[in-house]
């Protein structure tokens, strides 16, 4: 009778815990940190009782972080890999991606760089290990500040979801110029490209500030386009990506709650304000709609 009553019991009480949870744990994407941080305390400032902690480190940290069973949220600014998936697997965890919002990946220059378009192919052969495109006098415009003529090439460490991303992208399965500069975190890339007239670097695109400019870009047989949070939304941006949030399996509790008001108008106007494009129409303090993803 006892057992029969204690097996009955435990789902109950799981349920209780669940819901009662009195913290979340999140870790991953830089490019993420700063909107999930938003995120978090405008939540938890609704929800008394219940904290959110938000870590950065880079989108291979967080998804290893949650396959180790160590937070409940892992922010990615990239798709889990296949060997990801497969120790996920192993460990008998069911990873679940639920898409948070939209970013480009704004390629930045120095103010006083006169070369503002740029093609995804002379992307690559700035990059990519042993291309063609080192001096910026190839491009025909000589810049100011920039004695050596040397392209400086700026990018994330490879922990990075958008090193990752950029990669894939932009170099396939080439591997990244020796080198390159790596920095640990997206402001980073932004601050130094700020500081280096020589610099190219690649970042998301709530890093612009007044101190850079963007290149536009073209895609194969494309019109130029400039990064913003339109042609983000639309994917008309040759370097549009979504941004992701994994959980072990349906989040339930809290945590669903949590996701679900991310992905409401509440969460997505804060990431609007923050320069990243909602996953649909949203309308937010000023009642205007926000563009959704096409």
Known sequence: MFRRFAAAL????????????????????DTLVNVAQAWAAAYSGMRGGLSIAVNGG???????????????IANASRAMRQGELELARQRGLHPLRHVAGYDAVAV??????????????????????DG???RWSQFGDPVPGCPSDEVVVVSRQNNSGTYAYFRGEVLG?????????EMHGSRNVVDLVSKTPCAIGYSGLAYANDQVR???IAAPGEVCVT????????????????????????????????IDWIRGDAGQCILYEMGYAPIREVHCHDDKARPNHG
């Open 108 to 129: 930045y220059l120095h103010p006083d760089n006169p070369n503002r378009r740029l093609t995804m192919d002379q992307l690559r052969e700035i990059y990519i290990r």
């Open 173 to 181: 399965r080439g591997k990244y110029r020796q080198g390159a500069l």
């Open 10 to 29: 435990f789902p109950l009480l799981l349920a209780t815990t669940v819901l009662a949870q009195q913290s979340i744990q999140i870790k991953g994407s």
């Open 132 to 134: 063609g495109l080192r």
């Open 214 to 216: 963007m290149a536009c």
């Open 58 to 72: 880079g989108s291979g940290n967080g998804i290893a972080a949650m396959l180790d069973g160590n937070v409940d």
């Open 227 to 258: 990064p913003d949070i339109a042609s983000a939304s639309t994917g008309g941006y040759p370097l549009s990506r979504p941004l992701l949030m994994y959980t072990n399996g349906e989040p339930r509790g809290e945590i669903k709650a949590y």
